[in-house]
């Protein structure tokens, strides 16, 4: 049974991750052309300001849910993103090597 402390720091992690993806892809979105990009196959690192360049954002591979970390950059498929198409026009999906 989880504590629910930790529960919830857990949510509010989960939760604070996303919505910096959010705001990295609308922000990534108001500058790029997205349709051009997501027609190659080309990686992306993501990072943030706030925790520095050496820390990506990463994929943690527990087996179990694989959630969002600022981890430290390295050579791993969970640090590799790519954008993709979607049947939705105008709407993108991000996704790592990993996934």
Known sequence: MSHPTLFSKNIKTILTFGIAVVFFVLAFASTTNLPALAQGQTNYTLKTMF???????????DAKDNQLIMANCGNYSGQYWQ??????????????LFT
Request: with cysteine; charged share 25%; net charge neutral.
């Open 51 to 61: 925790t520095g360049s050496d820390k990506c954002l990463d994929i943690i591979n």
């Open 83 to 96: 954008i993709e198409a979607t049947n939705f026009s105008g709407y993108y999906r991000l996704k790592t």
